[in-house]
């Protein structure tokens, strides 16, 4: 133990216990490490394209490329560590490395959501506002909203992180979770973790359910100017709608899933983890793809791009 006193108790280390008797363990882990080279194949070639061509340095893909960033860097917060974890085990970890393990995977799972959000403002001024849509979606625009997220989503899980380092561990040093989870650190502090339980309580408001709201807003309103506009118009709008209501699916779908199951009762412990980790790895492998395949302009930039890698055949 370091810094001990009768008031506080902080650990040199935790031991994450995750999973447990695990029998396809291993084939899971090695799943797992093809997700992340996917993901990472899949997140870098949609950042490069957006980068290189400058058709697509417009307000929309800006917040493109940062779900994109966000992908990458959240699967890069949690696979790399959870394999070394379980498949090399490597259970024993540093406090301080605990706490920005927690940080790094929560802000980015946050930032992710708050990024779909802003997807579907997007949508709701391009298809309810359209005369309106160059002058309100502007770069200084989405720059000022991005940096709210990043802001928003710091401050909270900063404070998540700091309310963690105050809690004093004198129970247990062994979380039982897949990571450092926020809930299984605080539930094995001997203090009171009252004020914890509260603050995420406010956190998990403004980080999902509030951008779950602004997303079925923005489509409850489309859908109600939809109901006014001719066929032809309707399918347009749906068709450049399709790609972001399924990234909204792939993110939120298996995360309220993992959440709900959670309190089935007889829930196998590994079944639970298993669920939670494809929650959040998942949908950063699928969403390049996704909008690469389901957005026009994308799938068009590709096949030029494809087109002039081709070798010229010399007649």
């Known amino acids: ?86 498949l090399f085990e490597n259970r024993y970890i540093e406090f301080k490395a605990c706490l920005s393990y927690m940080f790094f995977v929560l802000f980015f799972s946050s930032m992710q959501s708050w990024t779909l959000a802003i997807m579907s403002f997007d949508r709701f ?46 129970k247990s040093l062994v979380i039982q979770s897949y990571y450092c989870d926020h809930e299984s650190l605080y539930h094995i502090a001997c203090n009171s973790a009252l004020v914890n339980q509260q603050f995420v309580m406010f956190g998990g408001v403004v980080i999902f359910l509030i951008p779950l709201s602004l997303i079925g807003c923005s489509y409850v309103n489309i859908a109600i100017v939809l109901k006014k506009t001719s066929v032809g118009a309707r399918v347009k709008a749906i068709k450049t709608c399709t790609s972001h209501l399924m990234l909204v699916a792939i993110f939120f779908i298996p995360l309220i899933t993992a959440k709900t199951a959670v309190h089935l009762p007889n829930f196998n412990p590994n079944t639970r983890m298993t669920n939670f980790v494809l929650s959040q790895t998942i949908p950063s492998l699928l969403n390049p793809f996704v909008y690469s395949l389901k957005t026009e302009e994308m799938r068009n930039v590709i096949k030029h791009i494809c087109g002039r890698c081709k070798p010229k055949i010399i007649q």
């Not at 899980?157 to 380092?165: M, P, S």
Request: proline share 5%; charged share 10%; hydrophobic share 55%.
């Open 125 to 170: 001024i391009a298809i309810c506002f359209p005369l309106q849509y160059h002058s309100v979606v502007t770069k200084p625009v989405v720059v000022l909203m991005l940096l709210f997220v990043w802001l928003i989503s710091l401050c909270i899980l900063g404070t998540v992180v700091g309310l963690i380092d105050h809690l004093s561990f004198c």
């Open 1 to 86: 133990m370091e810094n001990s006193t009768l008031l506080h108790v902080r650990p040199a280390k935790f031991y994450i216990n995750g999973f447990f008797s695990f029998p396809q363990g291993t084939y899971f882990y090695i799943f797992m490490w093809f997700v992340y080279l996917a993901t990472v194949f899949g997140n870098i070639v949609l950042l490069l394209i957006i980068l290189l061509v400058r058709a697509l340095h417009t307000p929309k893909y800006m917040v493109v490329f940062n779900l994109a960033l966000t992908d990458l860097c959240g699967s890069t917060s949690l696979i790399p560590k959870l394999l070394d974890t379980f």
